[in-house]
T-cell receptor
Framework: AQSVTQPDARVTVSEGASLQLRCKYS??????LFWYVQYPRQGLQLLLK??????VVQGVNGFEAEFSKSNSSFHLRKASVHWSDWAVYFC???????????FGTGTQVVVTP | DPKIIQKPKYLVAVTGSEKILICEQY?????MYWYRQSAKKPLEFMFS???????DNQTASSRFQPQSSKKNHLDLQITALKPDDSATYFC?????????????FGSGTRLTVL
C-alpha cells in the first residue's frame, strides 16, 4: 500500500543552522511528491513539489528537496533556518489511482535562539 | 484576502447535536476537499468533490455528509456529534481534482464537542 513516513515527530534547530527533514515513501512507480508547511493556527501551504525530472527541487523561502528513487526518499533541506520557520512540515505523495494525496504524520520544527 | 473561507473559526457543540461547517473558495477551482486534523490522526482525508460530484469518501461514518450547493461551496454537515469528533476540519481546493495538483487550504474550523 502507498504510504509516507516522516520518522521525526519533532526537530529542534538553532536559528542560522541548517535543517534537514526526512521523508520516505512507499509507492509502486514514480510518484509526485510534495512538501507542505503549516504555521501556527493556519492551514497548510505548499512549499515545493516534485514531478518526474530534475531530482532537486527548489521551493519558497530557501527550501529545497531532493528526490531519490533508490532510497525512496524526498528529504527537505534549508541551509540557514530563520525563527519564522517554526512550523509543522508535511510530506505528501500523490496517488493517481485514488485521486488524492497521502500525507505523512508531520514534523514539528522548533527554532531556538 | 483569504481565497478559501471557512466559517466559523471556532465551534463548541454538545454531544448529540448537529453542526454545519461552511467552506467557500474563490480561486475558480473545480475540486474541493475536506480533511480532518486531530492529535490521533494528524491529517486525515475525508471527502473529495469534483465539479460538484462526490469523487472519494474515506469517512466511515454516515454522520459526516458533505453538501455542495454551488461549485465553489462545500459544506460539511456533522450529525449526532461525539467527543471523538473534536478536531480541526480543513477545507481545500485544487484546479481540476487530480492528485498531482497543488492543494490550497483554508485556515480551518476548530470543533470541540463536550
Amino acid at each position: 500500500a502507498q504510504s509516507v513516513t516522516q520518522p521525526d515527530a519533532r526537530v529542534t534547530v538553532s536559528e542560522g543552522a541548517s535543517l534537514q527533514l526526512r521523508c520516505k515513501y512507499s509507492y509502486f512507480g514514480t510518484p509526485y511528491l510534495f512538501w507542505y508547511v503549516q504555521y501556527p493556527r493556519q492551514g497548510l501551504q505548499l512549499l515545493l513539489k516534485y514531478y518526474p525530472g530534475d531530482p532537486v527541487v527548489q521551493g519558497v523561502n530557501g527550501f529545497e528537496a531532493e528526490f531519490s528513487k533508490s532510497n525512496s526518499s524526498f528529504h527537505l533541506r534549508k541551509a540557514s533556518v530563520h525563527w519564522s520557520d517554526w512550523a509543522v512540515y508535511f510530506c505528501a505523495v500523490s496517488i493517481p489511482s485514488l485521486g488524492k494525496l497521502q500525507f505523512g504524520t508531520g514534523t514539528q520544527v522548533v527554532v531556538t535562539p | 484576502d483569504p481565497k478559501i473561507i471557512q466559517k466559523p473559526k471556532y465551534l463548541v457543540a454538545v454531544t448529540g447535536s448537529e453542526k454545519i461547517l461552511i467552506c467557500e473558495q474563490y480561486l475558480g477551482h473545480n475540486a474541493m476537499y475536506w480533511y480532518r486534523q486531530s492529535a490521533k490522526k494528524p491529517l486525515e482525508f475525508m471527502f473529495s468533490y469534483s465539479y460538484q460530484k462526490l469523487m472519494d469518501n474515506q469517512t466511515a461514518s454516515s454522520r459526516f455528509q458533505p453538501q455542495s450547493s454551488k461549485k465553489n461551496h462545500l459544506d460539511l454537515q456533522i450529525t449526532a456529534l461525539k467527543p471523538d469528533d473534536s478536531a480541526t476540519y480543513f477545507c481545500a481546493s485544487s484546479q481540476g481534482g487530480t492528485s498531482a495538483e497543488t492543494l490550497y487550504f483554508g485556515s480551518g474550523t476548530r470543533l470541540t464537542v463536550l
